[in-house]
């Protein structure tokens, strides 16, 4: 979604475009991947010093429920990301967090397997070591 697409959204659906919401999806929409609830935050305190978590949390579930943000678990972790039309699965480093797309859905892999059951919604987290992270442990053996 662009940004004109995303204001469009929030205007279509009777909200405000207040300051702090633009915030968030400009930080948003210069992210690449999922953030996590306090990554937003503090982003947007680092503007808005008064700013609540609460305020951080009303806006990203507003936002959520008028199909603007997607919204994951990884681990205990909240994330969001701007929504696309399509689903994608992610890779989570175990050492330095970071969240890689994965380009295949794991289910077309195995649809043949599951005969008699229809898939409505998945979602799919790898974990594991990032090639950096995974080298420079062999790097320090």
Known sequence: MTKEEILKTIKSNNFKITPQRELIINIMLNSRGYLSVREIYEKVKS????????????????????????????????????????????????????????????????????????????KIEITGYCKNCKNHEEDGK
Do not use: A
């Not at 681990?75 to 970071?98: P, Q, R, S, T, V």
């Not at 794991?106 to 919604?121: A, H, Q, Y």
């Open 47 to 122: 503007s808005f010093p008064q700013v609540s978590l609460d305020t951080v949390y009303r806006n990203l579930s507003l936002l959520k429920d008028i199909n603007v943000l997607s919204e994951t678990t990884i681990g205990n972790n909240i994330m969001y990301e701007i929504h696309k039309d399509m689903h994608e699965h992610i890779m989570k480093c175990l050492k330095c967090g970071k969240i890689f797309e994965l380009n295949i859905c794991p289910i077309d892999l195995c649809r043949n397997k599951l005969d008699g059951f229809e898939v409505v919604d998945h």
